[in-house]
């Protein structure tokens, strides 16, 4: 679930990963809050606020790729086309490149996890309510944490594996069996899960090595293994095969 606090705990794990960063950052003025909360016509959904607070007028050289996440760029959003989103729907990026899916801050059964989807189509959010989009991560802490990740270290790891389940067919809802089974393997081998991993999405994380699995509703269960060398890879690789039974995809 979506704390505030998280937001403080996201920017100190980013400050491991790259050093500074937390000096690096700089958040919104009061100004732009309010007006953002006026063209919702709503208050701003406390995680998010805290979010923009402290990197809503620079996020300190922290990449998410054409998605634009800064206060200027939600006003000019929602002041633009966009109006004014329906109830449980909070613009959280604005897409600067194609396929133009902008990023929601979305309630859905108790929860509100950031999800991906198409506004642009129509001249107003009316169409929302019933859209499911493709949820991207569950918290913003995720969605921070899992940047800086890709960024300081991933992108790094010269070799990957991919992994798919055999059994190929989109869940209603995710396996937490399955990715029960894969924590308890990550810790056989030594890695650590970190403190930001969801139902749906867990990070572990070892000297060199990353295991990323993800299962979200109607969508196949996932495992991407990144490593420094190819002997690492081949450490997991036999576990999570014979104990996932899962397909391998094509290795990097």
């Given at each position: 679930?979506?704390?505030p606090?998280?937001i ?16 690096r ?28 607070e ?22 000019t959003g ?5 109006g ?11 897409a600067?490149?194609?396929?133009y899916?902008?990023l ?13 989807m ?20 569950a ?16 992108d ?30 990550a ?6 899960q970190l ?6 999405t867990?990070?572990?994380v ?8 993800r299962?979200?509703?109607r ?16 450490d ?17």
């Open positions: 679930m979506n704390a606090d998280d403080d705990r996201a920017i100190a794990y980013c400050d491991t990963l790259a050093p500074g960063f937390s000096a950052i700089r958040g919104a003025s009061a100004q732009q809050l309010d007006a953002l909360a006026e063209l919702q016509g709503r208050p701003l959904d406390l995680p998010h606020r805290r979010f923009l402290t990197m809503g007028g620079s996020t300190g050289g922290l990449d998410f790729k054409q998605l634009d996440t800064s206060a200027q760029g939600l006003l929602l002041g633009a086309t966009y004014t989103p329906v109830a449980g729907f909070e613009l959280f990026a604005v600067e490149d194609e396929p899916r902008d929601y801050l979305v309630a859905r059964d108790q929860e509100r996890a950031l999800e991906s198409n506004s642009r189509i129509g001249t107003t959010h009316a169409s929302l309510a019933g859209d499911s989009g493709s949820r991207v991560a918290t913003i802490a995720e969605f921070v944490c899992h940047a800086m990740l890709r960024q300081a270290v991933t790094h790891l010269p070799h990957r594996q991919g992994y798919l389940l055999q059994r190929q067919h989109a869940a209603s809802a995710p396996e937490p069996t399955v990715l029960d089974a894969l924590d308890r393997i810790a056989k081998l030594g890695l650590a403190w930001f991993s969801s139902p749906t867990r990070f572990h070892a000297d060199g090595t990353v295991i990323i699995a299962q979200t509703a969508q196949p269960f996932t495992v991407t293994v990144m490593a420094k060398d190819r002997e690492a890879i081949a997991t690789d036999e576990a999570l095969v014979r104990a996932l039974d899962l397909k391998r995809l094509r290795s990097r």
